[in-house]
């Protein structure tokens, strides 16, 4: 596994909740900053949510989904979770996994979260 590696994704209602889920490549150190981004035609890439290495209690939140998303990650498991509740439409997009600032060769094909009554 040489790319983050993103899953969960899929339809949602506004309103509704969807737990996505990323496989961080072995060779990302557990001490990099890691999280989510999403991109939507006709927008910039923008990060979304990401979460500390391993004995830092860090994180940091778009303010769009503040109170609404949570982040998580499993160091046992190499696994980063975003958790998000109360969707509205415009967290629809592609969502990846990378570390903060991104790396570029380790860029996945990403999530695609459709929001949609």
């Known amino acids: 596994q040489g790319k983050f590696m993103e899953s969960g994704g899929g339809l949602v209602q506004p309103g509704g909740s969807l737990t996505l889920s990323c496989a961080a490549p072995?060779?990302?150190?557990?001490?990099?900053?890691v999280g989510w981004y999403r991109e939507f035609p006709g927008r910039a890439r923008e990060p979304v949510a990401h979460i500390g290495g391993e004995g830092d209690d860090w994180y940091h939140y778009v303010d769009s989904v503040k109170g609404r998303f949570t982040i998580s990650r499993d160091f046992d498991k190499n696994v980063v979770t975003l958790e998000m509740n109360n969707v509205n439409p415009e967290d629809a997009g592609v969502y990846s996994c990378?570390?903060?600032?991104?790396?570029?060769?380790?860029w996945g094909w990403g999530t695609l979260v459709t929001v949609s009554a």
């Open positions: 072995r060779r990302i150190p557990s001490t990099n900053v």
């Open positions: 990378n570390c903060l600032p991104p790396l570029d060769d380790y």
